[in-house]
């Protein structure tokens, strides 16, 4: 799927990174300090964003999904559910319509 920027809390699926470890005071989400997973299996993913805050608490960040003091974003791009099978023909279609689409209704 493609992602895109994503504000903290913004009602966006995110793309999140699951490692299946212990996770320590040294390193809350199981990672090694250099950001690798040891061997251990991960899962990239979608997390609804009405599920993103609750997991990031429960792996022990207390503030939860919260902006990149650099870029403003979260750290968790938006899944906007988009796959792309051809650049070709996807790149004269987004120049034509300036990347707008009109608004669909997503039923859950």
Do not use: W
């Amino acid at each position: 799927s493609m992602c895109v920027p994503r504000l903290p809390k913004q009602e966006i699926g995110a793309i999140t990174r699951l490692v299946y470890g212990t996770p320590t005071a040294e390193s809350p989400t199981g990672e090694s300090s250099t950001g690798e997973c040891g061997g251990k299996k991960t899962v990239t993913c979608n997390t609804e964003y009405n599920q993103l805050g609750p997991l990031l608490t429960a792996l022990g960040n207390a503030e939860g999904d919260v902006a990149d003091p650099q870029t403003g974003f979260s750290p968790f791009p938006g899944n906007i559910n988009q796959l792309v099978v051809s650049l070709e023909s996807y790149v004269p279609t987004l120049e034509a319509s300036q990347g707008i689409m009109e608004e669909f209704v997503n039923p859950k």
